[in-house]
T-cell receptor, first 114, second 110 residues
Framework: NAGVTQTPKFRVLKTGQSMTLLCAQD?????MYWYRQDPGMGLRLIHY???????AKGEVPDGYNVSRLKKQNFLLGLESAAPSQTSVYFC?????????????FGDGTRLSIL | GQQLNQSPQSMFIQEGEDVSMNCTSS?????WLWYKQEPGEGPVLLIA?????ELTSNGRLTAQFGITRKDSFLSISASIPSDVGIYFC??????????FGTGTSLTVIP
């Protein structure tokens, strides 16, 4: 049972390039989330999904797009990468929403934009 | 978005010491969560609190939900080297959006 798996683990991009981060969960969770983690700022929610085919904006959605075509996968896209998007990205999932549903996190993707 | 302030920002303690950290917000919340993150990994939930004044323990960890519902506290007793990591508080609003604190980095010196 892998839990939440993120790929890739590391990536270096040039400004203006595009890429997609993949998150996969095998726990049949309804809710999935994408966060970014920057030094001194904790985790900030980018986008989230409450079920297959649905997405919603979080606290810092600008410059990112997401898709949830399959229940087990949640994709985070950067159409035109900028240095300000250099960060560690974490995906999480939970059975349902709300504070009484613990979020399970992946191990992160470290992304550097040059 | 909501801002959760954690203090202290970092702590260096001797093995065996007790440690406390806190988290405050400007808004009232009905849920407080404490996570631990080890290097190279994602956060892992330690304790969840759902009621003002609630005190919950998980082994050597104890967390409390502040009476004002604007703060929470985490303490670790008799620290050991594997307690090293960054501890985050988190909460969730009525729209199911989660907010995380800035983190407290803990270093335990053997």
């Amino acid at each position: 049972n892998a839990g939440v798996t993120q790929t890739p683990k590391f990536r270096v991009l040039k400004t203006g390039q595009s890429m997609t981060l993949l998150c996969a969960q095998d726990m049949n969770h309804e809710y999935m989330y994408w966060y970014r983690q920057d030094p001194g700022m904790g985790l900030r929610l980018i986008h989230y999904s409450v079920g297959e085919g649905t997405t919603a904006k979080g606290e810092v959605p600008d410059g990112y797009n997401v898709s949830r075509l399959k229940k087990q996968n949640f994709l985070l896209g950067l159409e035109s990468a900028a240095p300000s998007q250099t960060s560690v990205y974490f995906c999480a999932s939970s059975y349902r929403g709300g504070g009484n549903q613990p979020q399970h996190f992946g191990d992160g993707t470290r992304l550097s934009i040059l | 978005g909501q801002q959760l302030n954690q203090s202290p920002q970092s702590m260096f303690i001797q093995e065996g010491e007790d440690v406390s950290m806190n988290c405050t917000s400007s808004s009232i919340f009905n849920t407080w969560l404490w996570y631990k993150q080890e290097p190279g990994e994602g956060p892992v939930l330690l304790i969840a609190l759902y009621k003002a004044g609630e005190l919950t323990s998980n082994g050597r960890l104890t967390a409390q939900f502040g009476i004002t519902r604007k703060d929470s506290f985490l303490s670790i007793s008799a620290s050991i080297p594997s307690d090293v990591g960054i501890y985050f508080c988190a909460t969730v609003d009525t729209g199911n959006q989660f907010y995380f604190g800035t983190g407290t980095s803990l270093t335990v010196i053997p």
